[in-house]
């Protein structure tokens, strides 16, 4: 069955880097565009990053660029999130999501929690 398993969250002080695993199974994974989102307590869940199948192109919530970035690896079926310069204000849950236009998975989500 589709399963994407999130990985590498934990507690760092601001200013840390921390980078975020998805890895995929069950589906074609090379033919899906992956996406990362996060929610922060009693807030909504939010867009944070894409990345279209092919890789070519890679989008980014304003929140967020310039210190984020993501990737994949399609032999791997991997996507991960680089995160830098971590902010209090990132602390939230961050899910994977993939997408093909008709059909969409979540994972479990990890937590990053930034405080000094």
């Known amino acids: 069955q589709v399963q994407l398993v999130e990985s590498g969250g934990g507690l760092v002080q601001p200013g840390a880097s921390l980078r975020l695993s998805c890895a995929a199974s069950?589906?074609?994974?090379?033919?899906?565009?992956m996406r990362w989102y996060r929610q922060a307590p009693g807030k909504e869940r939010e867009w944070v990053a894409g990345?279209?199948?092919?890789?070519?192109?890679?989008k980014y919530a304003d929140s967020v660029k310039g210190r984020f970035t993501i990737s994949r690896d399609d032999a791997r079926k991997m996507v991960y999130l680089q995160m830098s310069n971590l902010k209090p204000e990132d602390s939230a849950v961050y899910y994977c999501?993939?997408?093909?236009?008709?059909?969409?998975?979540w994972g479990q989500g990890t937590q990053v929690t930034v405080s000094s």
């Open positions: 999501n993939s997408w093909n236009g008709h059909s969409e998975a």
């Open positions: 990345i279209t199948s092919l890789g070519n192109v890679r």
């Open positions: 069950g589906f074609a994974f090379s033919t899906y565009a």
